[in-house]
């Protein structure tokens, strides 16, 4: 059964939505590379690449679908942030973001009848939980930390471990 050209375009929307956050965290990413928080900077990377396979999911799932991806200009990122705790703030409040936007994507898969892209997406609701909880456990560790400067060279260098 094919899915709905509006399903599909609302799809698309996702894909681009997954590869702007993808474009974010390389940009929070170069952002501590350039204040010698290698560490975060690695973590980030990893996370924009996990957000590239989010984006090549919804590739695959249009293609199988018989529908396309389109590539949409991506806005410029913000390209620096006063703390790691502010970034970190950040990308929890835009996982938040985009939780809402699989939510919406569920509701209208729900709406059409569309039990296949439901199904699909039901990866991507348990992916986010995972997401929020990966930034706020960083977000925990760096209120823990404070100022101790100590405590941030350990945690970057724990961030590191990241694959
Ligand atoms: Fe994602
Ligand atoms: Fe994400």
Redesign the pocket.
Known sequence: MAISKSMAMALNKQFNE?LN?AYLYESMAADFNSKNFHGFAKWMTAQAA??RT?AEKIHVYLTESNERVFHAALPEPQHTWETPLHALLSALAHEEY?SKCIHDLVRSSRKEDDIATETFLGWYVT?QIE?EANAQGMIDKLKMIGDDKNGLYQLDKEASKRQ
């Open positions: 997954e956050s996990e957000e989010h985009i992916e997401e």
